[in-house]
Nanobody
Framework: QVRLVESGGGSVQAGGSLRLSCSAS????????FGWFRQAPAKERERVAF???????DYASSVKGRFIISQEYGKNTLLLRMNNLRPEDTAMYYC???????????????????WGQGTQVTVSS
């Protein structure tokens, strides 16, 4: 089981920026999906963005153009740069990962089998 640890959350005013980081205990799969999710109180979990081993990225429409997902060199650290934050971005943010086969996609949230414990992001108006 790969251990994932998030950091970088905090409190910021609307319009501000934060960078989240997720460190993996080891590099896990040749082919993978590595993503960020968030969950606000009384709301369903939402996939924010993912990146694949091939460098393909995808974003939720609510964050497109404001958030950037990337990996650090060596690939065992996932980053999420969040710009122009809004109060509705307030949530617990989690990173998650799973392996994929050659033609596998990353948009099935049920396949994410490795999860971190989360980092809180709070955006005030």
């Amino acid at each position: 089981q790969v251990r994932l640890v998030e950091s970088g959350g905090g409190s910021v005013q609307a319009g501000g920026s934060l960078r989240l980081s997720c460190s993996a205990s080891e590099f896990f799969y040749d082919r993978y999906c590595f993503g960020w999710f968030r969950q606000a109180p009384a709301k369903e979990r939402e996939r924010v963005a993912f990146v694949t081993d091939a460098g393909v990225t995808d974003y939720a429409s609510s964050v497109k153009g404001r958030f950037i997902i990337s990996q650090e060199y060596g690939k065992n650290t996932l980053l999420l740069r969040m710009n122009n934050l809004r109060p509705e971005d307030t949530a617990m943010y989690y990173c998650a990962a799973h392996s994929r086969d050659r033609w596998g996609t990353c948009d099935d949230d049920q396949k994410y089998s490795n999860w971190g414990q989360g980092t809180q992001v709070t955006v005030s108006s």
